[in-house]
Nanobody, 123 residues
Framework: VQLQASGGGLVQPGGSLRLSCAAS????????MGWFRQAPGKEREFVAA????????QYTDSVKGRFTISGDNARNTVYLQMNNLKPEDTAVYYC?????????????????WGQGTQVTVSS
């Protein structure tokens, strides 16, 4: 499975961005997808995850009500809509995949990782 993340950039506080994660090489398989982020000097942390069916969606507390994860199985793409961005959201964002019905919230729970996309929230 190959993952390609895109959509990062520089945005002012209160602004929005939509990240995309395109997956290839997983035709016919059911994967849960997750988004993680890593700020300089910090460990990679869980942001959001979605099951293949879309029935199970999870968020870390700091992004609830601001971020929305969604999936398009026809396009093998997962999105992370980020609204009301804050400076503390600044990080490299990574998408990840695992062949599992229930999306994990830990780094070790995922088998495949994208290359990361930089999100910078600054005025």
């Amino acid at each position: 499975v190959q993952l390609q993340a895109s959509g990062g950039g520089l945005v002012q506080p209160g602004g929005s961005l939509r990240l995309s994660c395109a997956a290839s090489g997983r035709a016919g398989s059911r994967y849960s997808m997750g988004w993680f982020r890593q700020a300089p000097g910090k460990e990679r942390e869980f942001v959001a995850a979605i099951s293949w069916s879309g029935f199970s969606i999870q968020y870390t507390d700091s992004v609830k009500g601001r971020f929305t994860i969604s999936g398009d199985n026809a396009r093998n793409t997962v999105y992370l809509q980020m609204n009301n961005l804050k400076p503390e959201d600044t990080a490299v964002y990574y998408c990840a995949a695992v062949k599992n019905y229930d999306p994990p919230q830990t780094v070790k729970g995922y088998d495949y990782w994208g290359q990361g996309t930089q999100v910078t929230v600054s005025s």
